[in-house]
């Protein structure tokens, strides 16, 4: 892991990973400094799946968080998200896969006409 990558985690009081993980000495190093929660990603081994969940719901200074690997294009998340999105009312989605960073100010699902 790159050194420039442990040295932000270390002035994090969170680190959130969002899969694609890639091998476990990579969640080993994040916990050593930093609080860590991380969902596996569609390339992680059963390793990694063994000790990070497909979804993570965090409560975060008042924020529901959300974090999942594959979400879908917002605002049109795929069903499984769409459905703890529709359950859960999260604040803040985390997501990775699209390697697309992306910022809304409302979380909100399309009505149907």
């Known amino acids: 892991m790159d050194n420039m990558i ?4 270390k002035k994090a009081d969170l680190v959130i990973h ?3 993980i890639g091998d476990i000495k990579v969640l080993d190093e994040l916990s ?3 609080i860590l929660r ?7 081994s059963a ?7 497909e979804n993570e719901f965090l409560n975060v200074e008042g ?3 959300f974090v999942t690997h594959i979400a879908g294009k917002q ?14 009312y999260p604040d803040i989605l985390v997501y990775g896969h699209s390697h697309i960073p992306v910022s809304y100010t409302h979380l909100t699902l399309p009505t149907k006409a």
């Open 32 to 34: 050593k400094v930093s």
């Open 47 to 53: 390793e990694i799946r063994s000790c990070t969940n």
């Open 75 to 88: 605002p049109y998340y795929n069903s499984r998200v769409r459905n703890s999105i529709k359950k859960e």
């Open 38 to 44: 991380a969902v596996y990603g569609n390339i992680d």
């Open 63 to 65: 924020f529901k968080i």
């Open 18 to 20: 969002a899969g694609d």
């Open 6 to 9: 442990l040295k932000y985690a």
